[in-house]
């Protein structure tokens, strides 16, 4: 977060003296659905969700892959990224889709699949030293195979500490690229402090926007996108609750903390009704109504039920793992979208306090007539990692 402040005061001053009223480029002509032609749920909402977006036959692809949320990379390859590569081939589409719309019923976060496999070998190793104890003369044998195991196990410390492990969605953001590190996060062309200002989406970086449309349940995800146009049609009306932690130090946190008071002055100064809990507390339960924004931390896998939310409503909570599943309780993600969230986002594993979008950089996108999907890419700081967006791409509140 350098020169923290400085840009603070550049997004708050100048985007509304400067910005157009409507930058966006993203129309359903630009959005690519993708979803699990294994999955009846995910067969029916990618056919529901066409109907409501207008989304164009042919911007309808769908893939053979597993239900589950986790899968190596080789099945992401194999089953995912592949397909996709070839279905926009075949229909010659690269240069028109700017955004993937993954569907409820496909999978949510990468494993490192070598991991499994030295896993596997390293218990087949113990299985043969087992049976080699029970005979003599087996010692040298028996140290051999430790040294390999442990040789096995280096190997598994190595790849971890590369984290080479992302969401789907983010892993997508490179669709179009071969060779890229896939240790760490690629730094996002699109992220307001590369540019510091406000960078329509186009073909200029050659990568591609996800949202994710999902959920707990079938009901709860499709809910996601009747309440999106909802507020596009009577517009986004309702409270903000930023919670913030008091922290004095410097370094992430502190620079976090001090972001978030920041951002509700923001929010107050643009109309909201806002209000800032600044101390080691959360909100308590049923304190939030009518909520049109939540940002804040931090509960880890803790849902605290203090929300109603308005059609429309966008929260975010800062915390390591709360969009491991969409389908346990407890994180926040999936606790948000059963409660009728429009908007939400969230690691699958670690990703590190800064690789959340900057709010302020998000919601002045979003103001200044910008779809969530390019307000959140123009907010987010990489690509290749673990944060994954939680909403209809297309839903744009402040077009008007």
């Known amino acids: 977060m350098k020169n923290f402040f400085f840009d603070v005061f ?3 001053i100048a985007p509304f003296m400067l910005m157009p009223t409507d930058l966006s480029a993203l129309t359903a002509d630009h959005v690519l659905v993708v979803y699990n032609g294994s999955n009846r749920d995910s067969v029916k909402m990618a056919q529901e969700y066409r109907k409501l977006r207008s989304i164009p ?21 194999e089953k995912i990224r592949d397909p996709i590569r070839k279905y926009i081939a075949e229909n010659n589409l690269k240069d028109k889709i700017f955004c993937i719309a993954l569907i409820y019923g496909m999978p949510l976060k990468i494993t490192e699949g070598k991991i499994n496999k030295l896993n596997n070998e390293i218990n087949k190793l113990k299985r043969i030293i087992k049976d080699k104890k029970k005979f003599i003369k087996a010692e040298n044998a028996i140290k051999l195979l430790n040294k390999e195991i442990k040789e096995k196990k280096s190997t598994i410390k190595s790849i971890k500490k590369e984290r080479r492990e992302a969401s ?37 970086f050659n990568i591609v926007m996800v949202s994710r449309i999902d959920g707990p349940t079938y009901e709860s995800a499709i809910q996601l996108v009747h309440n999106a146009l909802e507020a596009e049609k009577y517009g986004l009306h309702g409270n903000a609750y930023i919670d913030a932690r008091g922290l004095k130090s410097n370094g992430a946190y ?10 509700s002055k923001f929010l107050r100064a643009k109309g909201f009704n806002t209000t800032l809990e600044n101390t080691s507390k959360l909100f308590g339960k049923g304190k939030c109504p009518n909520t049109a924004i939540y940002w804040g931390w931090y509960a880890l896998q803790n849902y605290h039920d203090s929300f109603t939310f308005v059609p429309g409503a966008i929260g975010v909570h800062i915390a390591s793992s709360e969009c491991v599943s969409l389908r346990k309780p407890r994180y926040w993600c999936p606790e948000f979208i059963k409660r009728g969230i429009t908007v939400t986002m969230g690691p ?14 998000f919601f002045t996108a979003l103001l200044n007539g910008f779809s969530v999907a390019e307000s959140y890419y123009i907010a987010q700081t990489g690509v290749s990692w673990q944060m994954v967006l939680i909403a209809d791409p297309l839903y744009t509140p402040f077009r008007k």
Not at 57 to 77: A, G, H
Not at 176 to 196: M, S, T
Not at 254 to 263: R, S
Request: one cysteine or more; proline letters at 7%; hydrophobic letters at 40%.
């Open 168 to 204: 789907v969605d983010s892993e997508l953001n490179m669709l179009f690229e071969d060779n890229y590190n896939l240790a760490g996060w690629l730094v996002n062309p699109y992220y307001f402090y590369v540019h510091k200002t406000l960078v329509p989406f186009s073909k200029k």
């Open 348 to 361: 699958v594993n670690e990703p590190y306090v800064q690789a959340f979008p900057h709010p302020i950089v």
């Open 254 to 263: 502190g620079d976090m903390d001090k972001l978030l008071v920041i951002t």
């Open 57 to 77: 036959d042919k911007n309808m692809c769908y893939v053979i892959c597993p239900s589950r949320e986790t899968i190596n990379r080789d099945t992401y390859n």
């Open 10 to 12: 550049l997004l708050v």
